[in-house]
């Protein structure tokens, strides 16, 4: 664990405790039927227990993880016995980091980075991590491509641009790599940055880049950010390319974004996605992790109004990762929900 990760984990924690308190000072009644929508003041079996709360680490404030997984965070320190405290993270390969070094004990990871942790291929290559295991996946996160400039129609047209391609660290990387390599591009026909999702968006709003690859649930804060400030455009996948691409690495999937996901976006864009996977470690217990998961998906169809994403979430979904076996925990819930998944 390096000084830098230690100490974002601390202040993300300490931003999170603030928020908590000023919601307590706000709050005031009283929920009964379970709402992520109940006061953080409210009484709850989470904070009568005195259990110590669950470490969630997510995204940047940007992405996706971050806003989804802090709602998730919270509706289940209001309304179950587990307490959960979601923190800000660096990217899918950090995230893992985080649950390695014990400094969280569940992470929002991209499926195909989840697989590469725990076979040491890839960000992991010749290093892999074990020790902890799939809670769920929830939902589908495409690869956007994302740009200003109105003459870059295909992935073709990013030879010799200055791209975003990721955070250092994050999954990002490789699904980009992947995707210039499907078009016959590699790293070095490009003029490459290594940046955040919110960064990205930034660097795209004052022309310092051309285009960037931001690997998120659409639709993305960033990328909302940015189209509501200035005319952005997705680059689609077009289908040789797509299958080619299929052919080669099958975590992917093809997806499409609808018209209207973004300001001024009047047609859909075919590309691919992974999924958005919850990790746990193998140390936390059965009985808690059971409680998070069934917390997730038996609320999720009534949680819409909390975060978008909740109307993607469903058992089938969450029980469809085979690369990395599933927690004790969330294999009892699945297959309550008849669903057989493997364990360790």
Not at 12 to 22: E, H, I, N, P, R
Not at 47 to 62: D, H, I, M, P, Q
Not at 214 to 231: E, R
Request: proline share 3%.
């Amino acid at each position: 664990m390096t000084k830098k990760r230690t100490w974002r984990a601390l202040a993300a924690f300490a931003a999170v405790a603030c928020l908590a308190l000023a919601l307590v000072g706000c709050g005031s009644g009283s929920s009964s039927s379970g709402n992520a929508t109940s006061k953080a003041g409210t009484t709850s079996a989470a904070a009568s227990s005195g259990n110590k709360a669950l470490r969630f680490v997510t995204g940047g404030e940007a992405g996706t993880y971050y806003a989804f997984g802090s709602v998730i965070a919270q509706h289940a320190t209001n309304n179950t016995n587990v307490p959960v405290t979601a923190l800000v993270g660096n990217g899918s390969q950090a995230n893992v980091m985080e649950l390695e070094d014990g400094n969280a004990e569940l992470a929002f990871c991209q499926s195909d980075v989840e697989a590469y942790a725990y076979e040491g291929t890839n960000l992991f290559d010749g290093a892999p991590v074990t020790n902890f295991s799939t809670a769920a996946a929830l939902y589908d996160e495409q690869v956007q491509i994302v740009t200003c400039n109105p003459d870059i129609k295909t992935v073709a047209d990013l030879k010799g641009k200055n791209v975003s391609i990721g955070a250092a660290g994050s999954g990002v990387y490789f699904n980009a790599i992947d995707i210039l390599g499907a078009y016959g591009l590699t790293e070095s026909d490009i003029n490459p940055t290594y940046q955040s999702f919110g960064d990205s968006a930034d660097a795209l709003r004052n022309g310092n880049i051309d285009a960037a690859f931001i690997v998120a649930g659409a639709p993305t804060t960033a990328i909302t950010d940015l189209s509501t400030s200035k005319t952005a455009y997705l680059v689609g996948i077009d289908d040789e390319h797509l299958q080619q691409l299929l052919a080669s690495s099958p975590y992917y999937s093809e997806a499409v974004i609808p018209a209207g996901t973004y300001n001024g976006m009047d047609s859909d864009v075919t590309t691919v996605a992974v999924n958005a996977v919850i990790l746990a470690r193998d140390d936390v217990s059965e009985d808690a992790v059971y409680t998070f998961v069934a917390d997730i998906f038996n609320n999720a169809a009534s949680l819409t109004d909390t975060h978008a994403k909740y109307a993607e979430v469903n058992v089938e979904k969450g029980a469809s990762i085979t690369a990395v076996p599933y927690h004790p925990g969330a294999a009892k819930y699945f297959a309550e929900q008849g669903y057989d998944v493997p364990t360790k």
